[in-house]
């Protein structure tokens, strides 16, 4: 199986920056895309930022120029570095993965992470 580790999560004060990282582990062949999403108590699941495994990079509007996402494919990892955080963006923050395992090779599944909570305080 594959697996989804993440950290970095925390409280942090209006206007600071917090680094999320988030690991795959396991029978892995291959991984695509890699994405983070957020979810806020009482709203929708929303998409933040993705990754192709080429590195192009894709942003949700509010979150342009104070986000960056990366990864580092020598060790399955996705990053999310949050600059400039606002209260708003208070959140449980979730990894994304689409991956091929090594027992599934012709195609590729999503896997989640279990969230990392983000706590913004005004």
């Known amino acids: 199986q594959v697996q989804l580790v993440e950290s970095g999560g925390g409280l942090v004060q209006a206007g600071g920056s917090l680094r999320l990282s988030c690991a795959a582990s396991?029978?892995?062949?291959?991984?695509?895309?890699m994405s983070w999403y957020r979810q806020a108590p009482g709203k929708q699941r929303e998409f933040v930022a993705k990754i192709t495994s080429s590195g192009t990079t894709t942003y949700v509007e509010s979150v342009k120029g104070r986000f960056t996402i990366s990864r580092d494919n020598a060790k399955n990892t996705v990053y999310l570095q949050m600059n400039s955080l606002k209260p708003e963006e208070t959140a449980v923050y979730y990894c994304?993965?689409?991956?091929?395992?090594?027992?599934?090779?012709?195609?590729?599944?999503?896997?989640w992470g279990q969230g990392t909570q983000v706590t913004v305080s005004s």
């Open positions: 994304n993965a689409l991956v091929k395992s090594s027992e599934r090779v012709t195609y590729y599944s999503n896997y």
């Open positions: 396991g029978s892995i062949f291959s991984i695509n895309t």
